[in-house]
């Protein structure tokens, strides 16, 4: 699968970390699923985005938001900048609230998980909640439902899983994720 970005520099790559604190907690997916899957030709004839939203075939539409992820007894969380698919009249909002100072105060949008998140890779399609934030932050994604990610978002994760979770992503997808911030 090609991924438009590439891994931000790692001055520790070459070695796995010892330590959760040595480890990225933000990945970043360029781009939704279906968008990735399709060639860079058809991605510019069927497919137009911007850093936020995308829109595919004039009628599948995509918000850009965060997944948080807990880390018990630690304040940052490890975090998805992940890709959800929502109905038209929900990516009408976003675009129309894009600016506005209280957006926060909507209503949840309904919205499905559009990419696969290692190492869980279950994760297309899982039904989510995207929560407008304050004007200059992005959407934070909440799974629903009963399943493994959501039952993680719920619950956190402890530090040692924390370590595994992220060294099994940076492994599994080196070249797909960006690391955005340590």
């Not at 968008?35 to 860079?40: D, M, Y």
């Not at 038209?88 to 696969?116: F, K, M, W, Y």
């Amino acid at each position: 699968m090609s991924v438009p970005a590439e891994p931000a520099p790692n001055p520790s790559s070459g070695r796995k970390a010892a330590q959760g604190n040595d480890l990225p907690r933000r990945y970043r997916i360029d781009l939704p699923q279906a968008l990735l899957e399709l060639s860079e030709g058809q991605r510019r004839r069927r497919a137009r985005w911007t850093a936020d939203d995308a829109v595919l075939d004039s009628c599948r539409f995509f918000a850009r938001g965060e997944l948080f992820i807990p880390v018990q007894g630690e304040t940052e969380p490890f975090c998805y900048d992940c890709w959800v698919e929502v109905g038209e009249g929900s990516h009408l909002v976003l675009i129309s609230t894009a600016e506005e100072n209280d957006r926060e105060s909507l209503a949840p949008l309904p919205a499905q998980l559009a990419n696969c998140l290692p190492p869980f890779y279950d994760t297309m399609g899982l039904d989510t909640l995207l929560v407008l934030q304050p004007l200059g932050h992005r959407p934070r994604i909440v799974v629903s439902g009963a399943n493994r990610l959501a039952n993680i978002q719920r619950e956190g994760l402890t530090p040692s899983e924390f370590q595994a979770l992220a060294i099994d992503v940076l492994n599994a997808h080196q070249g797909a994720f960006a690391n955005l911030s340590r």
